[in-house]
């Protein structure tokens, strides 16, 4: 590896570790998050040049932060100079005097940003609460949130979730400028405002995580790069705010489904369903870290949330040795529980997948007609293909068919569309 490409490669490491905390401790400095977020893209930017010209320095995260800040004071400076200048022009058309004044502007403190590690903390969770603020569209904030906190750039956003480039950068814009006229400052919520903006934020972290885990366009069915990214936000926020147990049941859903991941597609990128995966693939690390989040939620004595039932659930499958010996039944009374809590169509459809395994196909496919009835879920392939597999387990290989080939009319990744087409030729 050359020199050059070795501090590129650490440019990029540290940038996505420490950014986030890069953004808030120049927002902090700055009072304005917009700019922060600026700044650092400049520090990085300088990065990309200098440390591969002339090596890595001894602290990577300082460097960028010092020269974040430095470019912070030459911003104020040249807004201060332009204020004064506009002021002194002022002053001569009123007076009529013509002589030019110095800058007399307040100047920005240039002490050192040493890293406060509680400060630091405060803002990143102060970064969480921003991004998920209640003002910004969910399209403006989650790109925001994984520039911010995850450290992508626009390039690898736009990527993830298969849009040009052009247009995330346009609802990062959108969202700064959105933050900007609505006065949100940067800073750690009340513990009231906490607690009502903590749902937007572990949602944002669930639908990253959740198109990494089963993306719903493109050519793979798992983007593992944003699931990790997913997984990393969930793991920092947890640390966070330890005693929310919500944070942890999120936690412990994403590294108990991700366990999974090595076993869910074959070594040709496509599907392997549940029934067929080897388990000795499953990742070990992973359910032990996500049974210990698990636990940590039920250990509040609150009861479990939206995401610590979905745990639970993840949990069932983690700890049985094949689908045959999977508690099914306990699957079934969570699902019945999440759908109290957290009414959706989709609970509906995993309850009548689990009621169908646990040995009542019949009640599925009741359960699935009546979503049908209602009109739900009517452009997701996940409908028609559930009931199609209900169909095979009643021996209406015809009907199942007809389903599949709905499935395939819908859906719009690649190894799930192959997925769907073999299950429609072994029935034809």
Not at 176 to 181: E, W
Not at 260 to 283: K, S, T, Y
Request: glycine content about 8%; proline content about 5%.
């Amino acid at each position: 590896m050359t020199e050059a490409s070795s501090g590129r490669r650490a440019v990029e490491a540290v940038w996505r570790i420490e950014s986030a905390r890069i953004v808030g401790a120049l927002a902090r400095y700055t009072g304005d998050f917009a700019l922060a977020e600026d700044l650092a893209q400049e520090a990085l930017a300088e990065a990309l040049v200098a440390w591969p010209r002339d090596g890595i320095p001894r602290e990577p995260a300082n460097w960028l932060l010092t020269v974040g800040r430095r470019r912070a004071i030459d911003t104020f400076r040249r807004k201060t100079a332009l204020r004064e200048r506009y002021a002194e022009l002022s002053r001569d058309l009123l007076e009529g005097d013509m002589t030019a004044g110095g800058i007399h502007g307040a100047r920005p403190d240039t002490g050192d940003l040493l890293w406060d590690p509680d400060r630091i903390d405060d803002d990143v969770l102060a970064q969480f609460f921003m991004t998920c603020h209640p003002v910004l569209s969910r399209e403006a904030g989650i790109p925001l949130t994984l520039r911010a906190l995850g450290g992508l750039t626009s390039d690898e956003i736009a990527r993830a979730f298969l849009v040009p480039t052009a247009t995330v950068q346009a609802r990062i814009t959108r969202a700064k400028k959105t933050l900007a006229a609505a006065g949100v400052r940067f800073e750690l919520p009340s513990p009231e405002d906490r607690r009502a903006r903590l749902p937007a934020v572990l949602n944002s972290i669930y639908v990253i995580f959740s198109e990494g885990s089963s993306a719903s366009t493109g050519p793979e069915r798992i983007r593992t790069d944003l699931a990790g990214e997913g997984i990393r936000l969930a793991r920092v926020l947890a640390r966070l705010v330890p005693d929310e147990p919500e944070a942890q049941g999120l936690l412990a859903l994403l590294e108990l489904t991700a366990a999974r991941f090595p076993a869910r597609v074959d070594e040709n990128g496509d599907v392997v369903l549940l029934e067929n995966q080897n388990r000795r693939r499953w990742d070990r690390d992973a359910i032990r870290r996500g049974r210990a989040a698990l636990a940590r939620a039920e250990s509040f004595g609150r009861g479990l949330g939206a995401y610590g039932l979905q745990a639970a659930i993840a949990e069932c499958h983690a700890v049985a040795p094949d689908v045959d010996s999977t508690d099914w039944a306990r699957i079934v009374a969570l699902y019945e529980a999440l759908g109290r809590l957290a009414p959706s169509p989709i609970v509906d459809l995993n309850r009548a997948v689990a009621v169908t395994m646990a040995d009542d196909a019949a009640a599925g496919l009741a359960i699935v007609d009546e979503l049908i009835a209602a009109g739900a879920l009517s452009g997701s392939h996940l409908l028609p293909g559930t009931r199609a597999e209900i169909l095979i387990r009643l021996g209406r290989p015809a009907d199942a068919a007809a389903d599949l080939r709905r499935a395939l009319e819908l859906c719009a990744n690649e190894p799930e569309r192959r997925l769907l087409q073999r299950k429609l030729d072994s029935l034809t």
